[in-house]
């Protein structure tokens, strides 16, 4: 598997899957999740909701990962995640690689070959951009995968400093 890493915005995206660091309602909210649900369209909301009165009645569980369309996106598919809120006084760094195991699961159930990903948790949920880069690569690159491109589709240039660290030097 090919990872490559870009600065910009994961909703201009061209790829079968982007993977959108959701909240556990499913129903959009802000960062990422805002943008995607935007310009997206209402297709994700309504898919969201069906999954919420379906299987998802509680929300989706942190570390989880489900798929939906992907609307006006340049995406067959958005693959919904929620991360952890980083804690000082406990070790959540299972559930953050969970999310982008999961994701890969989906991803191959779906059959994509291209998946972008954002730097999950590390918004508002407030994930150190250094581990959370090195939780990302590392999980990616241990998980067995049909996908072809892990793109790590990164907002500033922090965030891609801190990628560009941990893919190159694993």
Not at 126 to 146: K, L
Request: hydrophobic share 40%; glycine share 10%; charged share 20%.
């Amino acid at each position: 598997m090919k990872i490559t890493l870009v600065h910009g915005d994961l909703t201009e995206q061209h790829a079968d899957a982007l993977v959108n660091a959701a909240n556990s309602s499913l129903l959009g909210g802000g960062g990422v999740d805002g943008a995607i649900h935007r310009k997206g369209g209402p297709e994700i909301l309504a898919e969201c909701r069906r999954l919420r009165a379906s299987h998802y009645g509680r929300g989706l569980a942190t570390g989880h990962a489900v798929a939906t369309t992907a609307g006006r996106l340049h995406a067959r598919w958005v693959i919904h995640t929620v991360g952890p809120v980083h804690s000082t006084e406990e070790d959540r760094s299972p559930l953050l690689a969970s999310c982008y195991r999961e994701s890969l699961r989906v991803a191959d159930e779906l059959g994509a070959r291209t998946v972008a990903f954002p730097a999950i948790s590390t918004g508002v949920y407030r994930w150190p951009m250094d581990d959370a880069a090195r939780i990302a690569v590392e999980a990616v690159r241990s998980t067995q995968t049909a996908v072809e491109e892990v793109r790590f589709v990164l907002f500033d240039e922090r965030a891609y400093a801190a990628f560009a660290e941990w893919v190159g030097n694993l």
